[in-house]
């Protein structure tokens, strides 16, 4: 008998309780027909629906239902014949769900099959023959062929006639399991020479509309006398046999005896189910032996109830009850029936969100059928039954693309048998990006360095970051914030790639004017709304030997001349005086150095190759001339190093005098020599007008040098020293002190003055100015030396830092 495996059904639980529908059909409906709205009865809408991609999940079974998406309906796809699925069972109906996504939602719905009256009481054969004694008493009693009706209820076996009904009547007997077992009874003794061969009609009829019937011919040949029927020794027999037994097992041994002697006391035993299963599946021996002549399923039936007739040769018999359990083993795993399920979830999906529903039977019974299912470990999911035989799939912690971004999740089910048998689906579910990761970069600041006059648009570095999200939430771009440098926007000092994240050089920097700055770079990316994060870079300008030394002493004038005293009773390593420079560079570019590059005598003085002090190296002799001329360069250490000359004029005398004539003439030859061209072209210009100024030039003479000396009479003195200021020595020699004690005597002529020095403690400054021939003028005064011009000459002492 061919049966169907019903789920257990219930009220599911997901996000909300869902009811049931059920519906209720004959069998035999034609293909369309309408089985009901399920929209309406299930209170949707038909776009919910489509929209919900509803489908209908009905396991291992057939669909004899379909599902009509536009309209809502549920309509037959197939003829649906309730005896080729369910038999005998009752009720019978379809148990399928209706799944839908988004969200995800089951509505078990229920179809009972009702029965019609398509199937008319069947007998297994159309004759029995019966071989009776004429001795048999009356009352004997006769087992007679159950009819089969596939129909059930009203439209099952009803009734049984027997005509002609001289000898005969029928008895019915109800059975445990609902079946009625019919009895031939003999009301009227035999007479076999009356009668020898008794013919009779038994009819079956089922009780529905219109009334259906089968017939089953009996013949019955009288015998002679055979009056002992055979008796079992019980009227029930009970065995039982697990279903994995094998063909020839003995199931049980069943025992009839019979008072008769000889041919009349042998009993044989046949089974007198009409069922053709029984038949298949037992087989008894002669010996009343029952034995298994084919393979058990306890899942297609768990007892079979057979009976056995025992039969003498007389034709006398007795019946017997043999009532067999099977006993399940475990042969069955666990089918697992994925009903719904979704291939992606979000990283920001919250806790308890379901991912798949499915639907898990085992068709053995007891502990065989009890279920467990698991998940493989460590994995953010778990898995619990929401109802009979329902098990969800859902998450119980966060999930984290850039952790794991995808899952394989095993569900493994096994049943409490022993052995335990199971059964196992994969799920393969993708975890797709939320945009939760900000840009990180790669360091927690950046330093990076440019040699000043570099070319603007240079790349000077790369700032990177990286953004663990996925596709457009990880691009990453970057922006230069807003900031000022020294009150200039950081713009136009530099830019940043919004792409590569390359740094360039807007402007050509200069290290002396700007040697480092901070700005601040953000990184952001394309998720919605953008994470960003910021970093700082420290830009340092690095140096460039661009700037030539700058020499602060000897102060270089364009119309004086500075000469530096030295007597003539010098020692050796007389401080005859220092060169001071500096250079705006730095490191090395700004160590400086000094060197003698030409001098009147190279054997009288040295250069200190460091702090740049001129020193006598021998003797200062009568010999030596007055006039000194030097030339020192100095230079720094860069690469190419760059340099300055300085030109220092030394005095070798004792009285100012000596020195004053040997600079004026020498100052007077070189203003000769830098202004000839000047003077020529002068000339040129003014020769047309002296023939008409030659009076006016004359009388101005005259007029101009009685002024003179008037002004000299009254004036200071003519010479008047030149003091540089104190500085630090680099080398750490301290501080040069500058004093200076002389006396001065005054005539009416400058050039035939007598100046007395008087010992410095360090050197003596003499500027002159070559513009004078007759008078030198006075560069820095006060106040006059002598107030009245006739007053004698007068000696002052004068200090000076």
Same mark, same amino acid.
């Given at each position: 008998?061919?049966?169907?495996?019903?789920?257990?059904?219930?009220?599911?639980?997901?996000?909300?309780?869902?009811?049931?529908?059920?519906?209720?059909?004959?069998?035999?409906?034609?293909?369309?027909?309408?089985?009901?709205?399920?929209?309406?009865?299930?209170?949707?809408?038909?776009?919910?629906?489509?929209?919900?991609?509803?489908?209908?999940?009905?396991?291992?079974?057939?669909?004899?239902?379909?599902?009509?998406?536009?309209?809502?309906?549920?309509?037959?796809?197939?003829?649906?014949?309730?005896?080729?699925?369910?038999?005998?069972? @009752?009720?019978?109906? +379809?148990?399928?769900?209706?799944?839908?996504?988004?969200? $995800?939602?089951?509505?078990?719905?229920?179809?009972?099959?009702?029965?019609?009256?398509?199937?008319?009481?069947?007998?297994?054969?159309?004759? &029995?023959?019966?071989?009776?004694?004429?001795?048999?008493?009356?009352?004997?009693?006769?087992?007679?062929?159950?009819?089969?009706?596939?129909?059930?209820?009203?439209?099952?076996?009803?009734?049984?006639?027997?005509?002609?009904?001289?000898?005969?009547?029928?008895?019915?007997?109800?059975?445990?399991?609902?079946?009625?077992?019919?009895?031939?009874?003999?009301?009227?003794?035999?007479?076999?020479?009356?009668?020898?061969?008794?013919?009779?009609?038994?009819?079956?009829?089922?009780?529905?509309?219109?009334?259906?019937?089968?017939?089953?011919?009996?013949?019955?040949?009288?015998?002679?006398?055979?009056?002992?029927?055979?008796?079992?020794?019980?009227?029930?027999?009970?065995?039982?046999?697990?279903?994995?037994?094998?063909?020839?097992?003995?199931?049980?041994?069943?025992?009839?005896?019979?008072?008769?002697?000889?041919?009349?006391?042998?009993?044989?035993?046949?089974?007198?189910?009409?069922?053709?299963?029984?038949?298949?599946?037992?087989?008894?021996?002669?010996?009343?032996?029952?034995?298994?002549?084919?393979?058990?399923?306890?899942?297609?039936?768990?007892?079979?109830?057979?009976?056995?007739?025992?039969?003498?040769?007389?034709?006398?018999?007795?019946?017997?009850?043999?009532?067999?359990?099977?006993?399940?083993?475990?042969?069955?795993?666990?089918?697992?029936?994925?009903?719904?399920?979704?291939?992606?979830?979000?990283?920001?999906?919250?806790?308890?969100?379901?991912?798949?529903?499915?639907?898990?039977?085992?068709?053995?019974?007891?502990?065989?059928?009890?279920?467990?299912?698991?998940?493989?470990?460590?994995?953010?999911?778990? $898995?619990?039954?929401?109802?009979?035989?329902?098990?969800?799939?859902?998450?119980?912690?966060?999930?984290?693309?850039?952790?794991?971004?995808?899952?394989?999740?095993?569900?493994?089910?096994?049943?409490?048998?022993?052995?335990?048998?199971?059964?196992?689906?994969?799920? @393969?579910?993708?975890?797709?990006?939320?945009?939760?990761?900000?840009?990180?970069?790669?360091?927690?600041?950046?330093?990076?360095?440019?040699?000043?006059?570099?070319?603007?648009?240079?790349? $000077?570095?790369?700032?990177?970051? &990286?953004?663990?999200?996925?596709?457009?939430?990880?691009?990453?771009?970057?922006?230069?914030?807003?900031?000022?440098?020294?009150?200039?926007?950081?713009?136009?000092?530099?830019?940043?790639?919004?792409?590569?994240?390359?740094?360039?050089?807007?402007?050509?920097?200069?290290?002396?004017?700007?040697?480092?700055?901070?700005?601040?770079?953000?990184?952001?990316?394309?998720?919605?709304?953008? +994470?960003?994060?910021?970093?700082?870079?420290?830009?340092?300008?690095?140096?460039?030997?661009?700037?030539?030394?700058?020499?602060?002493?000897?102060?270089?004038?364009?119309?004086?001349?500075?000469?530096?005293?030295?007597?003539?009773?010098?020692?050796?390593?007389?401080?005859?005086?220092?060169?001071?420079?500096?250079?705006?560079?730095?490191?090395?570019?700004?160590?400086?150095?000094?060197? +003698?590059?030409?001098?009147?005598?190279?054997?009288?003085?040295?250069?200190?190759?460091?702090?740049?002090?001129?020193?006598?190296?021998?003797?200062?002799?009568?010999?030596?001339?007055?006039?000194?001329?030097?030339?020192? $360069?100095?230079?720094?250490?860069?690469?190419?190093?760059?340099?300055?000359?300085?030109?220092?004029?030394?005095?070798?005398?004792?009285?100012?005098?000596?020195?004053?004539?040997?600079?004026?003439?020498?100052?007077?030859?070189?203003?000769?020599?830098?202004?000839?061209?000047?003077?020529?072209?002068?000339?040129?210009?003014?020769?047309?007008?002296?023939?008409?100024?030659?009076?006016?030039?004359?009388?101005?003479?005259?007029?101009?040098?009685?002024?003179?000396?008037?002004? +000299?009479?009254?004036?200071?003195?003519?010479?008047?020293?030149?003091?540089?200021?104190?500085?630090?020595?680099?080398?750490?020699?301290?501080?040069?002190?500058?004093?200076?004690?002389?006396?001065?005597?005054?005539?009416?002529?400058? &050039?035939?003055?007598?100046?007395?020095?008087?010992?410095?403690?360090?050197?003596?400054?003499?500027?002159?100015?070559?513009?004078?021939?007759?008078?030198?003028?006075?560069?820095?005064?006060?106040?006059?030396?002598?107030?009245?011009?006739?007053?004698?000459?007068?000696?002052?002492?004068?200090?000076?830092?």
């Amino acid at each position: 008998m061919r049966r169907q495996v019903l789920l257990f059904f219930s009220v599911l639980s997901l996000s909300s309780v869902l009811g049931q529908v059920s519906y209720s059909i004959p069998e035999e409906m034609a293909k369309g027909s309408l089985v009901g709205n399920i929209a309406q009865d299930l209170g949707l809408d038909v776009r919910r629906l489509q929209t919900g991609k509803a489908r209908i999940h009905t396991g291992d079974s057939d669909e004899y239902i379909q599902l009509n998406k536009e309209k809502g309906l549920l309509i037959i796809s197939q003829r649906i014949d309730r005896e080729a699925l369910c038999g005998q069972t @009752t009720p019978c109906a +379809l148990h399928f769900q209706i799944a839908l996504e988004n969200p $995800i939602e089951i509505f078990p719905i229920t179809v009972e099959i009702t029965d019609i009256n398509d199937n008319a009481p069947v007998f297994e054969k159309e004759e &029995r023959r019966f071989e009776i004694s004429e001795s048999a008493v009356i009352g004997s009693k006769f087992i007679l062929e159950k009819a089969i009706d596939a129909d059930i209820g009203p439209n099952g076996l009803q009734s049984y006639t027997l005509k002609p009904s001289d000898h005969f009547i029928l008895k019915l007997h109800s059975q445990s399991n609902g079946g009625k077992k019919v009895e031939m009874i003999l009301q009227k003794p035999l007479d076999r020479e009356r009668q020898e061969i008794v013919s009779l009609l038994l009819t079956a009829v089922d009780g529905g509309e219109p009334q259906r019937s089968g017939t089953m011919q009996i013949h019955i040949t009288v015998l002679d006398a055979n009056d002992n029927a055979p008796v079992f020794t019980h009227s029930v027999y009970k065995a039982s046999v697990k279903e994995n037994s094998p063909t020839g097992t003995l199931i049980t041994k069943v025992s009839a005896s019979d008072a008769d002697k000889g041919s009349n006391g042998e009993v044989s035993y046949v089974i007198v189910n009409s069922m053709r299963s029984i038949s298949k599946l037992f087989r008894i021996t002669e010996e009343g032996e029952l034995m298994l002549n084919g393979p058990l399923d306890y899942e297609k039936a768990k007892k079979y109830e057979i009976d056995i007739e025992a039969v003498d040769r007389g034709g006398l018999s007795e019946s017997s009850k043999v009532i067999i359990d099977v006993g399940d083993i475990n042969d069955n795993a666990p089918v697992i029936n994925m009903i719904s399920s979704s291939n992606s979830i979000g990283e920001d999906a919250d806790s308890n969100t379901v991912v798949a529903v499915m639907s898990v039977n085992d068709p053995d019974s007891d502990e065989n059928g009890k279920v467990l299912c698991i998940i493989n470990k460590n994995i953010p999911f778990t $898995i619990s039954p929401s109802s009979s035989n329902f098990y969800s799939l859902v998450t119980d912690s966060d999930l984290d693309r850039e952790r794991a971004s995808e899952y394989n999740i095993t569900v493994t089910c096994s049943d409490e048998g022993v052995p335990s048998l199971s059964s196992s689906v994969t799920l @393969t579910l993708q975890i797709s990006d939320v945009n939760d990761n900000a840009p990180v970069f790669d360091r927690s600041s950046y330093e990076a360095s440019i040699v000043e006059n570099n070319t603007p648009g240079l790349s $000077i570095f790369t700032v990177r970051a &990286r953004d663990a999200d996925w596709k457009q939430n990880a691009r990453v771009s970057y922006i230069l914030e807003d900031s000022s440098v020294n009150g200039v926007p950081v713009s136009s000092y530099v830019s940043v790639s919004a792409d590569s994240g390359v740094i360039n050089a807007v402007r050509s920097f200069d290290y002396e004017q700007i040697k480092d700055f901070q700005f601040r770079v953000r990184a952001q990316d394309g998720g919605s709304p953008p +994470l960003s994060s910021n970093v700082t870079v420290r830009m340092v300008i690095q140096d460039q030997n661009d700037n030539p030394p700058q020499v602060l002493y000897p102060v270089q004038t364009g119309g004086s001349v500075v000469a530096e005293m030295v007597p003539r009773a010098a020692d050796v390593g007389y401080l005859v005086t220092k060169v001071v420079a500096v250079d705006v560079d730095s490191g090395q570019n700004a160590w400086l150095s000094y060197k +003698l590059q030409r001098a009147t005598d190279r054997a009288l003085f040295e250069v200190g190759s460091q702090n740049g002090e001129i020193r006598t190296i021998r003797q200062v002799s009568d010999k030596d001339a007055v006039k000194q001329r030097l030339t020192v $360069i100095v230079e720094d250490n860069g690469q190419p190093s760059r340099s300055a000359t300085v030109i220092v004029n030394v005095a070798v005398a004792d009285s100012f005098p000596e020195v004053l004539s040997e600079f004026t003439d020498f100052t007077q030859d070189k203003e000769y020599n830098d202004n000839l061209t000047f003077y020529l072209v002068l000339a040129l210009a003014v020769v047309s007008f002296l023939f008409i100024t030659c009076l006016v030039v004359i009388i101005s003479v005259k007029i101009y040098r009685w002024r003179q000396s008037r002004i +000299l009479y009254h004036s200071s003195l003519p010479v008047i020293p030149y003091y540089p200021p104190r500085y630090s020595d680099t080398l750490g020699t301290g501080t040069l002190q500058h004093v200076y004690n002389y006396e001065v005597c005054r005539t009416t002529d400058s &050039r035939k003055s007598d100046c007395k020095f008087g010992r410095g403690g360090s050197q003596n400054v003499l500027i002159m100015d070559p513009s004078s021939t007759g008078t030198m003028q006075r560069i820095q005064s006060e106040k006059s030396i002598l107030d009245e011009p006739d007053s004698p000459l007068e000696v002052r002492p004068l200090s000076l830092p």
